[in-house]
């Protein structure tokens, strides 16, 4: 932890700047790489949002019982077969091992005061004994397929305050998703706690400062492939980390990103360019990315309703040094869906997934039958991956979509 912490949010934002020069301390990387590259396989789901309701479905209703059936479909894919139809890598064969587990984020849901927000320490709790404790899952070794997470806007606003109650005041942060993300991550000497997160007696300054210090930035080498797992989004801190990762990385070695935000940023999740930059009920700004927001609304104002035209500019300048990350996965709006980012000015082509939320879905909220989690394959040999829909509550495929891994023109 730091030893120094700024007392403003003002004061993080420069801090948080500075940061971007020489977090490579506060990220991990591990390089063991199979000498022969072969097929790998994960699964990629978001947003358990546990702590709140659903309509009810096949007798279910609560985020521990909706997650707890996906949970229990999940570990049936390995006896699934593949579509032979998609032609896609792996078609027609029995799924078998998977490699690991992705969750993009929102594990607990923001306590904002209503009486079916649980608090995070809950969340947690049932999350753990779904995905942690529940998932039986194996990889090729037989052993329980690993599980990575990334933090999202929830989990992160719980930690370090919102501008409803009780996250309006310092005594009612709970960091306990964030900083048990962090622990399962980063595996640090010491873990990180709650009450060193935030303080013995709470503080939103401590908080920012935690939050600023112990940000999640992992990345692995599984088969040919250079996975890389970020908190919140590819803002200037995450970009300083990856490219001293990246440093290390093939310029043709396939890099595939997971994140919580989709690559066009919701402006309400930059910092405040406001006053003391907090975070405050009149300016609705989360503070969750360094970033402040640049751009104004059609009133020539910086609010939430802006673009967030300058930092995907930003976004967009930096991938084009780094053309080998063929591939983007996210959740945080609840799409499920395949498409290609081009960028506010249409310069760009990264192939983006969006995975369905089990508790928030825009469609399977209202049509149970559309539940998905991603099923993934990837042959870095042949430089294909294939990203299949699997609609869990049907027990059948979905959508399929095959990319080229080589790296992109733009």
């Not at 310069?347 to 099923?375: C, N, R």
Request: charged content about 15%; hydrophobic content about 40%.
């Amino acid at each position: 932890m730091m030893t120094s912490r700024p007392a403003t949010a003002k004061a993080l934002v420069a801090a948080l700047t500075l940061a971007g020069l020489s977090l490579a301390g506060c990220g991990s990387s591990d390089s063991s790489t199979a000498t022969t590259p072969a097929t790998t396989q994960f699964v990629f789901t978001s947003d358990a949002h546990y702590g709140i309701k659903r309509p009810a479905f096949n007798g279910y209703s609560s985020g521990f019982q909706v997650n707890g059936a996906m949970i229990g479909a999940m570990n049936t894919m390995s006896d699934v077969t593949f579509p032979c139809t998609d032609g896609g890598v792996s078609a027609c064969q029995q799924v078998g091992p998977v490699d690991f587990v992705v969750e993009g984020g929102d594990i607990a849901n923001r306590s904002e005061g209503a009486t079916n927000h649980q608090t995070a320490a809950v969340s947690w709790a049932q999350f753990k004994a779904d995905y942690i404790d529940g998932l039986t899952l194996k990889n090729k070794n037989g052993q329980q397929s690993p599980l990575f997470i990334v933090p999202g806007n929830h989990d992160v606003s719980n930690a370090i305050g919102f501008y409803k109650a009780p996250l309006d005041t310092a005594a009612g942060l709970d960091a306990t998703s964030y900083v048990q993300i962090y622990n399962l991550m980063m595996k640090p000497a010491s873990e990180l706690t709650n009450a060193a997160f935030a303080g013995a007696t709470p503080s939103f300054a401590t908080a920012a400062a935690s939050y600023a210090q112990d940000r999640i930035f992992y990345s692995k080498d599984i088969n040919g492939v250079h996975f890389i797992f970020i908190t919140m989004w590819p803002d200037s801190t995450a970009r300083a980390w990856m490219d001293s990762d990246l440093a290390r990385v093939g310029a043709d070695t396939p890099v595939v990103l997971f994140t919580h935000d989709q690559p066009d940023i919701e402006t309400k999740h930059l910092t405040n360019p406001n006053g003391s930059h907090d975070i405050n009920a009149t300016d609705q700004f989360e503070n969750l990315v360094t970033d402040q927001s640049q751009d104004t609304d059609t009133n020539g104002n910086m609010t939430v309703d802006a673009p967030s035209t300058t930092e995907q500019r930003a976004l967009v300048a930096w991938l084009k040094t780094h053309r080998n990350i063929v591939a983007y996965f996210h959740g945080n709006d609840h799409i499920n869906g395949a498409f290609t980012y081009t960028g506010p000015d249409n310069d760009i082509a990264l192939k983006v997934f969006s995975v369905d939320s089990p508790m928030k879905g825009t469609v399977s909220k209202t049509d149970p039958s559309q539940l998905i989690y991603k099923v993934v394959s990837v042959d870095a040999a042949a430089k294909k991956m294939t990203v299949r829909d699997y609609l869990w509550n049907m027990k059948r495929w979905g959508a399929s979509t095959t990319i080229d891994l080589t790296p992109r023109s733009n």
